[in-house]
């Protein structure tokens, strides 16, 4: 079982920097693929970052080349680093842990709000 809690949420305004933190529990944290999804005001959610565990990075085009998705593997922690935010970007973010590649999501944290306002 792989506990997942999110931090660093709030109140910022366009423009800002923000960043995430989810600590992971389980021994083999640097073997989980670890992710970063969204979801806004009555929409669904969606995906917006991947970290492999050597390191592959993957991004939404909607945040790409805005935010910074990085892991601590020594702290089983995972990081995103929002920059410019913008007020399309309010939403809950959560956390989520995959086993392997190719593997589904299936560990997932109880989310962080974010506002951004403009």
């Known amino acids: 079982q792989v506990q997942l809690v999110e931090s660093g949420g709030g109140l910022v305004q366009a423009g800002d920097s923000l960043r995430l933190s989810c600590a992971a529990s389980?021994?083999?944290?640097?073997?989980?693929?670890m992710g970063w999804f969204r979801q806004g005001p009555g929409k669904g959610r969606d995906f917006v970052a991947s970290?492999?565990?050597?390191?592959?990075?993957s991004y939404a085009n909607s945040v790409k080349g805005r935010f910074t998705i990085s892991r601590d593997n020594a702290k089983n922690t995972v990081y995103l680093q929002m920059n410019s935010l913008k007020p399309e970007d309010t939403a809950v973010y959560y956390c989520?842990?995959?086993?392997?590649?190719?593997?589904?999501?299936?560990?997932w944290g109880q989310g962080t709000q974010v506002i951004v306002s403009s």
């Open positions: 970290i492999w565990s050597g390191g592959v990075t």
């Open positions: 389980g021994r083999t944290f640097s073997s989980y693929v």
């Open positions: 989520a842990a995959a086993l392997g590649v190719a593997k589904p999501y299936d560990y």
